[in-house]
């Protein structure tokens, strides 16, 4: 992971911790303003909290099958990473809508 260099190791799982950590926020922000505050709880419930804790529960068993499978892990990342563009090409064009948030006193 860290091409032999104990520090770059260490590098490399401190930007992943970021990006996961990104990641979270991101989903939250997102389903709030797609979705709305009626819909936010259930929305970010079932994608937030079932299908991301699912994919991180099943994805490494998933990754190692297939890297067994192929005889290696390289195919199972290019695979991975166009089917990340393709996905992030899809969501290219939705937009967050804008809502106007009013607070009571």
Do not use: H
């Not at 260099?5 to 939250?28: D, E, H, K, R, S």
């Not at 998933?62 to 192929?70: G, K, P, T, Y």
């Amino acid at each position: 992971l860290g091409l032999g260099n104990p520090l770059l190791a260490v590098l490399t799982f401190c930007v992943i911790g970021l990006f996961v950590g990104a990641q979270t926020n991101c989903l939250a922000f997102g389903t709030l303003k797609l979705f709305g505050r009626d819909w936010y709880g259930r929305v970010y419930g079932l994608i937030g909290v079932g299908m991301f804790y699912i994919g991180v529960g099943v994805g490494p068993w998933v990754f190692a099958r297939l890297a067994e499978f192929m005889g290696s892990y390289a195919p199972v990342y290019f695979a991975w990473s166009a089917l990340a563009i393709v996905v992030s090409l899809i969501l290219l064009p939705l937009r967050l809508k804008r809502y106007v948030t009013t607070e009571v006193d």
